[in-house]
């Protein structure tokens, strides 16, 4: 659930806490298990992971930076949920010298897959460590979304060299190294062994907008949040969004 003390935060993540939470009530209700075991790889400072915990679920979190990890070990004291949370340092290509293979009920895989040299591996990897009926929440760089943004802040040259780039990057002093497209990610997924449960697209409109507005105008945050709500699930929009989210589910998931 988003922090409602952090209203900007909560338009940037409300759409993938919808389609995880859902995700994680139908296991729970399926598993007959009130606490799953989720693995948040690449998690930091437990944007994810504390919230998870204070519903219950177990979190383990792998990240390859300590500063990180210590914030997540503090936050996780600070929410009482210290117990349920555990970090440990790695990254996606050692991930099974720090967790269990298939130990997992789900993963989260957020702003991980634009910094790997090889996505498929790392995300094969993530992939294994699910359980045979488990879900993968898969949050990534969009392409169209950098276009969209270079272009409308009048670096079209930018724009169009991001359109035309491989990974999608609109020069040298770009700090993402990939991005991608929805196709691209769905065929990720799918080739990892899952099917493709649902895409979303994620801030088609918060980072275009201007935060004063957000932020003074009456009644314009709830708005925008059932905007991108809205605009979530429609391809036309994914094609422009910031992120895309996908969740993948194994062969004995439930249905999305």
Known sequence: MPDPMRPRAALRTAVVWDVLQEALDRRV?????RALDVLDAGGGSGNFAVPLARLGHHVTVVDPSPNALFALERRAAEAGVADRVRGVQGDARGLFDVVERGGHDAVLCHGVLEYLDDPA????????ALRPDGVLSLLAAGLGGAVLARALAGHFAEAHRALDDPDGR???????PRRFTAE??????EAAGLRVGAVHGVRVFTDLVPGVLVDTEPGAHEALLKLEAAAAELPAFHAVATQLHVLGEASGADGA
């Open 29 to 33: 209700t399926a598993t007959g298990r």
């Open 121 to 128: 591996e790392g995300l094969g990897n993530v992939v294994a």
């Open 170 to 176: 609109w020069g040298d002093g770009d700090p993402v």
């Open 184 to 189: 691209q990610l769905t065929g990720l997924v």
